[in-house]
């Protein structure tokens, strides 16, 4: 059971980037996903998560309108889709597995390792 991010990058403030988390020895479209993200020196904070099975989604209020949750269940492969991207997204980004969606890191128990995101302004 493991989940893999990717995508992150060097960004220009107003720019995008789009991460994935591919899962792999289980069938993610069974579980809720979510997206967290952890600057340094501050706690693990719930960006965004997506449910199953209905795939209802779910937003921090710092994100809203700006990022997308969304998966691929053929390829088994979650995405967070993120626009407008200010200084302040920046942070390690990572992925996880879940029964239902949270904003509390506690609830999830599979974590991929992360991808870093910088936005410079």
């Known amino acids: 059971v493991q989940l893999v991010e990717s995508g992150g990058g060097l960004v220009q403030a107003g720019g995008s980037l789009r991460l994935s988390c591919a899962a792999s020895g289980f069938s993610s479209d069974y579980y809720a996903i979510g997206w967290f993200r952890q600057a340094p020196g501050k706690e693990r904070e719930g960006v965004a998560c997506i449910s199953s099975p209905d795939g209802n989604t779910y937003y921090a209020d710092s994100v809203k309108g700006r990022f997308t949750i969304s998966r691929d269940n053929v390829e088994n492969t979650i995405y967070l889709q993120t626009n407008s991207l200010k200084p302040e997204d920046t942070a390690v980004y990572y992925c996880?597995?879940?029964?239902?969606?949270?904003?509390?890191?506690?609830?999830?128990?599979?974590w991929g390792q992360g991808t870093q995101v910088t936005v410079s302004s």
């Open positions: 996880a597995a879940a029964r239902h969606c949270s904003g509390s890191p506690a609830g999830y128990g599979t």
